[in-house]
């Protein structure tokens, strides 16, 4: 199998989550655990970064975001309330005194709008500092586009093509994120939104 990550640029520090400038990754929307569902992220050097590995696949109410050394980072879990659903994300790992809120939650909008649907993201819950994102699916040249309240791209999801332009499958991506953007809230995000979408 050909390779499906990017040729190196610069590796990114493994202990800070924030980028100093634009950063590149490949999503390998499978798990490299065998008959496991997940996902794979690979930074530009080709390294395992994050991953997502669901050893039991006839429960996806719960999945866990780890590292590239096993550390769970994110739970992120799915909640009904009423006749919505959503999925929640809870920042690891959790101190003996921590009693904590999600630290982000994902829904999708019932808006009628042309071609597109859009997600909700609401963040910061855990420390009662909400802001929102807003995730906008099926536009022309990306899977999915991150913005803030200002409608400022902060990270772009697009399908991965080969130097040449071949397109490299249906699951593999390519995500995008700008400066000064945590890197795993985001990835949790991600998470959030491609298991709404039963992509994982």
């Not at 390998?28 to 050097?45: I, Q």
């Not at 050893?55 to 980072?73: A, P, S, T």
């Not at 999925?87 to 709008?113: L, Q």
């Not at 309240?149 to 080969?162: Q, W, Y």
Request: contains cysteine; proline residues 4%.
């Amino acid at each position: 199998m050909g390779r499906v990550h990017p040729q190196a640029l610069q590796l990114l520090s493994p202990n800070c989550s924030f980028t100093s400038k634009q950063e590149s990754f490949t999503l390998w929307m499978k798990s490299l655990v065998l008959n496991g569902k997940g996902c794979t992220v690979f930074d530009s050097n080709g390294q395992i970064v994050y991953r997502v590995d669901n050893y039991n696949c006839k429960d996806k109410h719960e999945v866990h975001l780890m590292d590239q050394e096993g550390n769970v980072l994110f739970t992120i879990s799915r909640k009904q309330y009423k006749l919505s659903r959503f999925w929640e994300g809870y920042r690891s790992p959790a101190t003996r005194n921590d009693h904590k809120g999600p630290c982000f939650r994902v829904c999708k909008t019932y808006k009628i709008s042309r071609g597109a649907s859009t997600y909700e993201v609401e963040l910061g819950l855990d420390k009662n500092q909400p802001c929102t994102l807003k995730i906008e699916s099926g536009t022309a040249k990306s899977a999915c586009k991150i913005t803030d309240e200002f409608g400022v791209t902060v990270a772009e999801l697009r399908r991965k093509k080969s130097p040449c332009g071949v397109d490299l499958g249906e699951d593999v991506f390519t995500m995008v994120v700008e400066p000064n953007v945590d890197i795993s809230l985001i990835m949790g995000i991600v998470v959030a939104y491609s298991l709404i979408n039963c992509k994982m």
